[in-house]
């Protein structure tokens, strides 16, 4: 089984819809992070949190928000989702002070598509 | 604010052969941390190699190994013997040592392994 898993791998929905990209790991991290990647831009930050009660806005947070239910659950909502959200989304996790240091443990992405 | 550039949309290689992908990034930062990650068509996003600004000494990875220059704030990857498992889409990143927690990425490199 995956370390990070995200769910679902793919979504299509309609503009003004409230959509929710979910997110669970298994490696115990307190440190969790959503990305949105797009063609030719690589990957911006949306939101990151370094445990349930420490939530951070990335340098593109506009128009979603997250919650982290658990240590282990980060969900990703666009309350009114928009075309220009259309994109890959990716969950990832670290743990700066443990062997993996630096690393980033991403999941396999959603790609979100928005009419 | 910290950017990184990667020059070059494409590149290709032949098998077996060698094949060098560029990244420059700017900061004002002297301690930080520089990623490769790899992003193969199953859109995984894969932890290729990583270096710390503070050590010398190029880090090497089986056939990948990095070129990191600085002073001139370039981070290039090296492939050797390419396989055709290479074929993917490259990022190069950077990470802030102490504070922020985001991860800036550069466009991307799409790597073409011909046989």
């Known amino acids: 089984d995956a370390d990070v898993t995200q769910t679902p791998r793919n979504r299509i929905t309609k503009t003004g819809k409230r959509i929710m990209l979910e997110c669970s790991q298994t490696?115990?991290?307190?440190?969790m992070y959503w990305y949105r990647q797009d063609p030719g831009l690589g990957l911006r930050l949306i939101y990151y949190s370094f445990d349930v009660k420490d939530i951070n806005k990335g340098e593109i947070s506009d128009g979603y928000s997250v919650s982290r239910q658990a240590q282990a659950k980060f969900s990703l909502s666009l309350e009114s989702a928009i075309p220009n959200q259309t994109a890959l989304y990716f969950c990832?996790?670290?743990?700066?002070?443990?062997?993996?240091?630096?690393?980033?443990?991403f999941g396999s992405g959603t790609q979100l598509s928005v009419l | 604010a910290q950017t990184v550039t990667q020059s070059q949309p494409e590149m290709s290689v032949q098998e077996a052969e060698t094949v060098t992908l560029s990244c420059t990034y700017d900061t004002s930062e002297s301690d930080y941390y520089l990623f490769w990650y790899k992003q193969p068509p199953s859109r995984q996003m894969i932890l290729v190699i990583r270096?710390?600004?503070?050590?010398?000494q190029n880090a090497t990875e089986n056939r990948f190994s990095v070129n990191f220059q600085k002073a001139a704030k370039s981070f290039s990857l090296k492939i050797s013997d390419s396989q055709l498992g290479d074929a993917a889409m490259y990022f190069c990143a950077y990470r802030s040592m102490g504070g922020s927690e985001k991860l800036v990425f550069g466009k991307g490199t799409k790597l073409t392994v011909n046989p």
């Open positions: 490696k115990g991290h307190d440190r």
């Open positions: 270096q710390e600004a503070y050590k010398q």
């Open positions: 990832a996790t670290s743990d700066p002070f443990g062997a993996e240091g630096e690393k980033l443990f």
